[in-house]
């Protein structure tokens, strides 16, 4: 039997229509949920930095400097 010869339920390209959009929708949730994780992770960093750059011997030089550090294994 060829594969274009098989007998499908009634309802199937219905449930594979269905089956996309939750997958779709899902995929979607998540990249929304890692999109969120991701800018608070940067915004506590930058506290952070802004934080020590307000303490003694932290400057803005001390600051750039650990940014040149940290950007290449990040690729930031």
């Given at each position: 039997?060829?594969?274009?010869?098989?007998?499908?339920?009634?309802?199937?390209?219905?449930?594979?229509?269905?089956?996309?959009?939750?997958?779709?929708?899902?995929?979607?949730?998540?990249?929304?949920?890692?999109?969120?994780?991701?800018?608070?992770?940067?915004?506590?960093?930058?506290?952070?930095?802004?934080?020590?750059?307000?303490?003694?011997?932290?400057?803005?030089?001390?600051?750039?400097?650990?940014?040149?550090?940290?950007r290449?294994?990040?690729?930031?």
């Open positions: 039997m060829v594969s274009s010869e098989i007998d499908l339920p009634a309802d199937y390209a219905d449930l594979l229509e269905e089956l996309k959009t939750r997958i779709s929708g899902a995929w979607i949730h998540a990249q929304r949920t890692v999109n969120t994780l991701i800018i608070e992770l940067h915004c506590s960093l930058g506290r952070d930095i802004i934080v020590r750059q307000e303490s003694p011997g932290w400057g803005v030089a001390s600051s750039a400097a650990w940014l040149r550090i940290w290449s294994p990040f690729r930031i």
